[in-house]
């Protein structure tokens, strides 16, 4: 069994951050200037703070890669921090102001300092960056085999997105999106998200919103129901609420599930004998409330994943806390900040579910170069057509 994974290292205002990947197939073509785009969307978005004017992301291939491909040794991956200033005191002051919402009260208690800088430095959402390159790459592996995901922003305030994503529709869907400084491919919700945000601001508040994910193309069966950690959805989950601010996640029909009886929830099964080429094996659902996933597994029905991430919790007109050094009354610290960070959520959930999912299907086809990947996968759908086997 392959195990795809990674972990990032790096401060927001360190030197640079780090990604490094271990079980990648030898022979993945990678991508980096679709890499590098998915970086540049990651800093984009209406109501970002100042940051993101100093900083142009782009990765640098330290490991692993040789002319353009994976050769099946750990891939280490660099952004540099233009805006390093971790060890100038005058510039990286200390902050005893926990700001509420944030990880500065629980860190510093944690690691047993007065300095909230110590851990908001590796708290903040700069780290973000690390984990975009890793699914960028994990999604050059996964485009391969024609799976695809798509991302945008679903709501901000009372702004819903009005818009139906299809498997036929997501390419018309992404080009109206990225017209969109929200990432929002409905125009009239555009204009209102955008009004949501500029209202926070001008009122020293911030937004928060709905971010959706769509997987599309993967075959039936990645993830698996024998364990719990092997489930597909509980580490897709994982994932989506480990990133900075996301305070919940659903898979299709979501927590609407109950409200209705199981007649209206559950999708019906259908076959198709003239698809029985595709991925899908010609087997077709009448819905999709699942959202793609039953049992842990993908049933080849497109991947559906909103996630939910609070607002921005430093405020211009900061909250109430106290100071660390005296324990007195006083209004939170304040730092360079977004008002709205909802888009580049949009991109980021995009990329750490893009990754669970290439971590399953090495799971589920694993080998050591691309070529025993792509065996193992076409065995896989042969064999799976051929049912019932004797
Ligand atoms: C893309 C992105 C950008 C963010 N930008 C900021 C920011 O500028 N200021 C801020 O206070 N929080 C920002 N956050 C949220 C904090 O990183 C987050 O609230 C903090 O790390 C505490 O973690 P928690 O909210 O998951 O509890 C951002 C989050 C994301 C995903």
């Not at 280490?76 to 002051?93: G, H, V, W, Y």
């Not at 005296?326 to 991109?347: L, M, N, Q």
């Amino acid at each position: 069994m392959s195990n795809l994974s990674y972990r990032t290292a790096g401060e927001s205002h360190g030197k640079a951050l780090i990604t490094l990947v271990e079980g990648m197939p030898a022979g993945v073509a990678l991508d980096k200037d679709f890499i590098d785009n998915e970086l540049r969307r990651r800093q984009g978005g209406y109501g970002r703070g100042g940051r993101q004017k100093i900083e142009t992301d782009v990765v640098d291939f330290l490991t692993g890669v040789r002319m353009g491909k994976s050769i099946g040794s750990p891939i280490a991956m660099l952004i540099p921090n233009k805006d390093f200033r971790l060890d100038d005191p005058d510039k990286t002051p200390a902050l005893s102001r926990p700001r509420p919402g944030h990880a500065d009260l629980a860190g510093s208690v944690k690691w047993l300092t007065t300095d909230c800088r110590e851990t908001l430095e590796r708290a903040s959402a700069r780290e973000t960056a690390a984990r975009v390159a890793a699914g960028g790459l994990a999604r050059c592996l996964l485009k391969a085999f024609n799976i695809e995901v798509f991302g945008f922003v679903r709501q901000v305030g009372e702004a819903i997105a009005s818009v139906d994503v299809t498997e036929s529709n997501w390419r018309e869907m992404l080009v109206k999106r990225d017209t969109s400084e929200v990432y929002c491919p409905d125009e009239n919700a555009d204009v209102q998200m955008r009004d949501f945000i500029t209202n926070a601001k001008m009122a020293k508040d911030t937004a928060g919103g709905i971010v959706e994910a769509h997987v599309f193309g993967c075959p039936m069966g990645l993830g698996s129901c024998m364990t719990w950690d092997g489930r597909l959805d509980s580490r897709i989950a994982a994932a989506v609420v480990a990133i900075q601010a996301f305070k919940g996640v659903e898979f299709g029909m979501g927590f609407n599930v109950a409200k209705l009886p199981g007649s209206k929830v559950h999708d019906e099964i259908f076959f198709d004998a003239s698809k029985k080429d595709s991925p899908t094996l010609g087997f077709a659902r009448g819905s999709n409330n699942a959202g793609g996933i039953e049992g842990g597994m993908t049933n080849s029905a497109p991947i559906i994943v909103r996630g939910a991430m609070k607002p921005i919790s430093t405020l211009g007109k900061p909250l109430r806390s106290i100071d660390l050094n005296t324990k007195e009354p006083s209004e939170a610290g304040w730092e360079r900040s977004d008002i709205s960070a909802i888009s580049a959520a949009s991109c980021i959930m995009e990329n750490v579910i893009a990754f669970e999912v290439a971590r399953a299907f090495m799971e589920k086809f694993g080998g050591d170069s691309m070529t025993e990947v792509r065996a193992n996968y076409e065995n896989y759908l042969a064999a799976a057509r051929k049912l019932p086997l004797d």
